[in-house]
């Protein structure tokens, strides 16, 4: 079961959804973020509060459902000069989430997502890839992202391809020689021979094992990919993946994709 959301949140997300909800929006909202079981009975503050009081007692995954209640209220347009109270509400709400999230080392991430800092990695390379022109990497992270709690196998081969894009970029970027096997091994071949991050080109003993296991990373994501996500059909046996194993895989892929962006960049200066 993932982290819950602490008391102190709920408290203020529940006032603040009860204000600016109707009863019928709040049962739809709380039905698209997959908040467990019926409406609660009682005012709106009441349902709102029992309700993500049952996601934090019921659902495996309390903070992706939190995430998904907040989003269009984080991430909505707000008005320049709030003049009626519930403008002003709204604007109090996302202005100071941030800070009441942070202390408990919870953050907001675009996207409806909710980030309990375990993957330093993926907030760099979030960062990353919005100053690049690679939307093809972007749209992989947004899919990972997405489906990690709902579909797992999804999310492994969004991981993968997060890779493989950014390789190809890679070497198209550099005018490199297209790998006549255009498979994840064969790509990250020619990236890390152009880095230089080839063990044999590296004396420290340490920093060896460390590129030792960046070369079984991508071993595993790949074959990962091959054997129980999404992008293969499934044979006699069937891989039964958790949220937990894409989030190993997706940590996995964002910590690599991070480490190549940095050595590309010291590679140009």
Same mark, same amino acid.
């Given at each position: &079961?993932?982290?819950?959301?602490?008391? @102190?949140?709920?408290?203020?997300?529940?006032?603040?959804?009860? #204000?600016?909800?109707?009863?019928?929006?709040?049962?739809?909202?709380?039905?698209?973020?997959?908040?467990?079981?019926? @409406?609660?009975?009682?005012?709106?503050? =009441?349902?709102?509060?029992?309700?993500?009081?049952?996601? *934090?007692?019921?659902?495996?995954?309390?903070?992706?459902?939190?995430?998904?209640? #907040?989003? *269009?209220? &984080?991430?909505?347009?707000? @008005?320049? *000069?709030?003049?009626?109270?519930?403008?002003?509400? $709204? =604007?109090?709400?996302?202005? $100071?989430?941030?800070?009441?999230?942070?202390?408990?080392?919870?953050?907001?991430?675009?996207? %409806?997502?909710?980030?309990?800092?375990?993957? #330093?990695?993926?907030?760099?390379?979030?960062?990353?890839?919005?100053?690049?022109?690679? @939307?093809?990497?972007?749209?992989? !992270? /947004?899919?990972?992202?997405?489906?990690?709690?709902?579909?797992?196998?999804?999310?492994?081969?969004?991981?993968?391809?997060?890779?493989?894009? /950014? !390789?190809?970029? !890679?070497?198209?970027?550099?005018?490199?020689?297209?790998?006549? $096997?255009?498979?994840?091994?064969?790509?990250?071949? =020619? =990236?890390?021979?152009?880095? %230089?991050?080839?063990? +044999?080109?590296?004396?420290?003993?340490?920093? +060896?094992?460390?590129?030792?296991?960046?070369?079984?990373?991508?071993?595993?994501?790949?074959?990962?990919?091959?054997?129980?996500?999404?992008?293969?059909?499934?044979?006699? +046996? #069937?891989? *039964?993946?958790?949220?937990?194993?894409?989030?190993?895989?997706?940590?996995?892929?964002? /910590?690599?994709? &991070?480490?190549?962006?940095?050595?590309?960049?010291? $590679?140009? +200066?």
């Amino acid at each position: &079961m993932g982290r819950l959301i602490p008391q @102190p949140v709920i408290a203020v997300v529940a006032d603040f959804l009860a #204000i600016n909800e109707t009863h019928a929006s709040l049962d739809s909202l709380f039905a698209y973020a997959d908040a467990p079981g019926e @409406p609660p009975l009682g005012s709106k503050h =009441v349902k709102a509060l029992e309700w993500l009081r049952r996601i *934090n007692k019921e659902s495996e995954e309390p903070l992706t459902i939190l995430g998904r209640l #907040i989003e *269009n209220h &984080m991430e909505s347009e707000l @008005p320049k *000069n709030a003049e009626y109270e519930w403008e002003k509400k $709204k =604007v109090d709400f996302v202005n $100071k989430m941030p800070d009441l999230l942070g202390r408990y080392g919870l953050q907001y991430i675009t996207g %409806g997502y909710i980030t309990d800092g375990s993957s #330093i990695a993926s907030l760099s390379l979030k960062e990353a890839i919005e100053k690049r022109n690679t @939307p093809a990497v972007e749209m992989e !992270f /947004t899919r990972a992202m997405e489906n990690l709690h709902t579909d797992p196998r999804e999310a492994v081969s969004a991981a993968c391809n997060i890779l493989e894009s /950014t !390789f190809k970029i !890679f070497i198209a970027d550099e005018n490199l020689p297209i790998p006549a $096997k255009q498979d994840l091994q064969g790509l990250w071949k =020619v =990236v890390r021979e152009h880095l %230089g991050l080839d063990t +044999k080109a590296i004396e420290d003993e340490d920093l +060896k094992r460390i590129l030792s296991g960046l070369y079984s990373l991508t071993d595993g994501i790949g074959s990962l990919r091959t054997h129980a996500s999404s992008a293969h059909g499934a044979g006699r +046996k #069937i891989y *039964n993946l958790k949220p937990r194993h894409a989030r190993l895989a997706i940590n996995a892929a964002h /910590t690599l994709t &991070m480490f190549i962006l940095e050595s590309w960049d010291e $590679k140009k +200066k």
